[in-house]
């Protein structure tokens, strides 16, 4: 299937208001270049907040992603908290500036914390 075949799908099945740039579709990534479902090669400029810092698929990101899925692949931590987030916020306090106490808020969606505040 091709980048257009692909674009004529989702604009059957996806709202308008989704829309995307430019009809191109990601077949594999690696670094900071894409390849499409034609083999054509990108640089990603467009990449989302997750692979800035270490582009797609790094090695170290890839092994701690099937290390936590072969352990269980996620749960509410408000529901069923896991060592690792706690850990996360023990890191996050150590690097905090300032001398007042720190408790992080720990959660994905941004606009959550200022619903329960």
Not at 12 to 24: D, E
Not at 38 to 46: A, K, P
Not at 73 to 93: D, F, G, I
Request: glycine share 6%; aromatic share 8%; charged share 20%.
């Amino acid at each position: 299937m091709n980048n257009n075949q692909l674009q004529a799908r989702k604009n059957k099945v996806i709202a308008r208001g989704q829309g995307n740039v430019y009809p191109v579709y990601v077949d594999h990534a690696l670094n900071a270049e894409l390849w499409d479902v034609e083999g054509n090669r990108f640089i990603d400029f467009g990449t989302g907040i997750a692979v800035c810092n270490t582009g797609h698929s790094h090695p170290k990101v890839v092994a701690a992603v099937k290390e936590q899925v072969d352990k269980f692949s996620h749960t509410c931590v408000m529901v069923n908290p896991y060592e690792v987030a706690v850990e996360l916020a023990e890191k996050l306090v150590a690097i905090a500036p300032g001398n007042s106490e720190k408790k992080p808020f720990l959660y994905q969606q941004v606009q959550k914390p200022w619903k329960i505040a």
